[in-house]
């Protein structure tokens, strides 16, 4: 590939990602009249996903990051082993540790996410199991305690935080797990 392509394909790249980011200002597009995590913003509607199995089958191309026992695919953020804990099967943060990312870097993906926030909830708004998934060091897909908290519509749970609300807000009670993505 020659580096006119390559640049071409970086430009197309950056130009996509910008405008995951940016306000669709094409003509006939409807206005954005909501500011970066305004309170009246509406929520997005909450809906009551189907109840299944926690353990459902992969595609069988996916790349299993976390398979309740190892932590083989993380690092911390900063170099250096993840410092979460794994919990019967499931992965935990522990105060203090940082974030963690996956040891290979990702393009295209699809992506499948379950979590489950603590009971009883502790804290409000922001401050009820807030965490995310950042795609790319540069979007978060807010993992939040969003059952029946207040909080900014551009924060619930599944939004492109502080950008896009998610279409509907699926958490769950506290312990109940959520597969959102």
């Not at 540069?138 to 900014?152: G, K, M, P």
Request: hydrophobic share 40%; net charge negative.
């Amino acid at each position: 590939m020659s580096s006119r392509s390559i640049a071409i394909v970086g430009l197309l790249a950056a130009a996509s990602l910008a405008a995951l980011a940016a306000p669709d200002d094409r003509p006939g597009a409807p206005a954005i009249a909501w500011r970066q995590h305004d309170i009246q913003r509406p929520k997005p509607p909450v809906v009551e996903p189907a109840d299944a199995p926690i353990a459902s089958r992969p595609p069988t191309d996916a790349v299993i990051l976390f398979d309740g026992k190892s932590l083989d695919a993380w690092k911390a953020d900063r170099g250096g082993p993840a410092r979460w804990k794994i919990v019967d099967g499931t992965l935990q943060t522990v105060p203090g540790a940082g974030r963690i990312e996956t040891r290979r870097e990702f393009g295209d993906i699809q992506l499948h996410v379950e979590w489950s926030a603590p009971s009883p909830p502790h804290g409000k708004g922001q401050d009820r199991g807030n965490s995310g998934v950042f795609l790319m060091g540069e979007f978060e897909v807010q993992v939040l305690d969003s059952y029946r908290a207040e909080t900014y519509a551009d924060g619930q749970a599944g939004a492109i935080y502080g950008q896009y609300p998610p279409l509907s807000n699926p958490a769950r009670h506290p312990v109940s797990w959520i597969p959102v993505f």
